[in-house]
């Protein structure tokens, strides 16, 4: 099973007339995913780089896709839209779009104040001491991580989210963990809005290159992977002055003569790991190097689905 911001419904966890879901219309999306949908139409498609911060191309896409007999007959669509229809399908599958509000998903009712509820384990986490502020817009998706392993802070000068659950004797064994939290020795950990299995990132450097070449290209002008980090840890949510925001950015201080920050490659492995677990979570740097993670996982149930956004994402 392939796993990787929440309310309760999660991709992984759905139940297996739920994982068949299929959309093939718009108006099928709940409210949540329709939120982010409509968000990503609006700011992601538009903007959307290969690796290279260069416009996709149809060689950009997954074989899978170029060799359905659907995708041959379509004209008029963007590979950009077809980038985003790929890794929204997934998202969707995975329940991930659905996350809306899991930070405020509390049993109050049963004297739990401060529990996060998991479907798998109820009211096993604890609120983060700073929480993105209540808009129309589900932010939760931002900072989405589901961990199936043993969880673990990367940062010795943060501090962990409450207890950690054991879920090894449910079905879909895991647990969702903190913005700042990071999965070691996991079997899975998927993580940011398009469920990008964190594992299979190279390294931080490599996000950091990304993440440059995308945001160069996409606003004309010198942008480092600080400049990414900390829009992406504002847009979840957590601005400068929040412990979360402090956390990540005390790792890369800007070189007071250049303005820029330290060679990924020489931060320590905790700065290293925040790093590249904050880059993925970005909407374009992550869907840039999720795109082929997870298209072979299920990829056929999700051929209409992708032409239904694809459509809804050309314009």
Not at 153 to 172: A, H, L, M, Q, V
Not at 281 to 303: C, I, M, P, Q, S
Request: proline fraction near 7%; charged fraction near 20%.
């Amino acid at each position: 099973m392939r796993t990787l911001l929440p309310a309760i419904i999660i991709f992984s966890l759905l139940s297996s007339a739920a994982e068949a879901r299929t959309i093939t219309k718009i108006s099928q999306l709940d409210t949540k995913e329709r939120a982010v949908v409509d968000w990503v139409k609006k700011y992601t498609v538009p903007n959307t780089r290969n690796k290279a911060g260069k416009p996709w191309t149809a060689n950009d896409l997954p074989p899978r896709l170029l060799n359905w007999s659907v995708y041959k007959k379509t004209t008029g669509i963007k590979p950009s839209a077809w980038v985003a229809a790929v890794t929204s399908a997934f998202a969707i599958h995975e329940g991930i779009f659905h996350c809306g509000d899991f930070y405020r998903a509390k049993k109050v009712a049963e004297g739990e104040p401060n529990g996060l509820i998991d479907v798998r384990c109820d009211a096993c986490f604890v609120y983060p001491p700073q929480l993105p502020p209540k808009t129309e817009f589900p932010i939760e998706v931002f900072t989405y991580s589901l961990c199936q392993g043993k969880s673990a802070n990367p940062d010795p000068r943060t501090e962990t989210y409450g207890k950690i659950c054991d879920c090894s004797s449910t079905r879909f064994p895991g647990k969702l963990i903190g913005p700042n939290q990071n999965c070691p020795s996991a079997r899975a950990w998927q993580n940011g809005m398009w469920g990008m299995e964190q594992k299979n990132v190279a390294s931080a450097a490599s996000m950091a290159t990304i993440a440059e070449k995308v945001y160069v290209a996409v606003k004309g002008t010198v942008w480092t992977y600080r400049d990414v980090l900390a829009g992406t840890l504002a847009q979840a949510g957590f601005p400068k002055g929040t412990k979360i925001y402090e956390d990540v950015m005390r790792c890369v201080p800007a070189n007071p003569k250049t303005g820029k920050p330290p060679a990924a490659g020489d931060l320590s492995w905790t700065c290293a790991d925040l790093v590249t677990m904050w880059l993925v979570r970005n909407h374009l740097a992550g869907l840039t190097v999720a795109l082929h993670d997870n298209d072979n996982y299920k990829f056929e149930e999700r051929l209409e689905t992708i032409k239904t956004l694809a459509e809804y994402y050309r314009g």
